[in-house]
């Protein structure tokens, strides 16, 4: 039987967050990813509860504490998983978004 440890960060509960539904590709203009930077203003027209809300879990890989406590008992520390966030509701637009095109290169 294989145990899957979950556990929840201790002292604080997880955050909510909210669920966006996206099609398409959002892309970085400079392909440095987009973590830390400004995508532009959301407007939204309701927020809708899930009927089943997500958890989002942070992997703990299953790496030996210390060499000679393996070579002992060769066993492994199990995998292990931290709820690091609840997504209870999702957002709901009126419109489909408009893409934001700039610096299009003008034809000669």
């Known amino acids: 039987m294989v145990q899957i440890v979950i556990s929840s960060k201790a002292g604080e509960g997880p955050a909510e967050w909210l669920l966006v539904?996206?099609?398409?590709e959002v892309v970085s203009r400079q392909n440095t990813g987009l973590a830390g930077n400004l995508m532009g203003d959301l407007h939204y027209t309701k927020e809708v509860k899930l009927e089943k809300p997500?958890?989002?879990?942070?992997?703990?890989?299953g790496l030996p504490r210390d060499e000679e406590e393996t070579m002992e008992t060769n066993q492994e520390n199990p995998t292990s998983y931290t709820v690091s966030a609840l997504i209870k509701k999702k957002l709901?637009?009126?419109?489909?978004?408009?893409?934001?095109?700039?610096?299009?290169?003008?034809k000669v």
């Open 54 to 61: 997500f958890a989002v879990l942070m992997k703990h890989s």
């Open 92 to 106: 709901i637009f009126k419109t489909r978004p408009k893409p934001i095109i700039t610096n299009v290169p003008k």
């Open 21 to 24: 539904e996206l099609q398409g």
